[in-house]
């Protein structure tokens, strides 16, 4: 996503499984059957009425062996960097996560609309007071990842280099960059690509050294993000 961007709705998982990672925030709310998910290596399980957030960069793998339906809101919305994986009042938030789920089904398009910012403003801490911010040498966090481009990152990865969560580096990475951070070190990866076919360093070993699974994969990227 490359502007701020929220899109709700109503998705039914079943016993084939699945796993992916994206470059937004998504927040899983249970509302039949039980969807289990592994993220970055710990288990959950979301029934009705149970809530997670799933960070950008989080790699997750999901079924759900007797099906589940699970409202669903991926939003690249920096805001959502400050709240806990579980909303933290869930009195307030069960009931309007229920209404939205029956909304959608009868397909309200105010549901759709205004929904995002209901379920951001339930999940979010009451009065929370703002904190002193540390600084990122963005830099030093580009250096870091060059070194690191034949292996797999992810915003785990990053935020730990600079003693941040991956939520509060998305945050960060928003409003210096105005991008998530998995589109950051492409920009970083695909500059450093460039620069090693503008020494003449064959695609080949450019692919490699950048961690691209081939040439032809890496020469797409270069055209897609860095067009001359």
């Known amino acids: 996503m490359d502007t701020a ?18 470059d937004h925030f ?3 709310v249970g509302v039949d059957g039980v969807l289990e998910l592994e993220i970055e290596g710990r288990g959950l399980r979301i029934a009705k009425g149970d ?38 009042r ?25 929904g995002p910012a209901l379920l951001l403003e339930a999940w979010r801490p009451a009065g929370a007071e703002p904190r002193a911010r540390r600084p990122i ?11 690191h481009m034949r292996q797999p990152v992810t915003v785990a990865d990053l935020a730990n280099q600079v003693f941040l969560s991956a939520s509060q580096l998305t945050q960060r ?11 950051w070190l492409r920009t970083q990866r695909l500059a450093h690509a460039r620069q090693l076919r503008d020494s003449g360093l064959a695609v080949a070993e450019v692919a490699r050294r950048t961690g691209y699974r081939s040439p032809s994969a890496l020469t797409a990227a270069l055209r897609r993000f860095l067009p001359h």
């Open 173 to 183: 990475c928003h409003e210096m960059h105005g991008m998530a951070p998995m589109h």
């Open 90 to 114: 869930p009195q307030t938030f069960r009931p309007l996560a229920q209404y939205l789920a029956q909304a959608l089904a009868q397909d309200q398009p105010l549901a759709a609309l205004h």
């Open 137 to 147: 040498d963005w830099n030093k966090l580009a250096e870091w990842a060059q070194v």
């Open 26 to 28: 998504q927040a899983l």
């Open 51 to 88: 809530a997670f957030l799933v960070s950008p960069g989080e790699r997750h793998d999901f079924e759900a062996r007797g099906g589940s339906r699970c409202l669903v809101l991926d939003t690249d919305l920096p805001l959502w960097s400050g709240c806990r994986t579980r909303p933290e």
């Open 5 to 22: 961007r929220s899109l709700l709705s109503l998705r039914t998982y079943g016993a084939s499984h699945g796993s992916h990672a994206h």
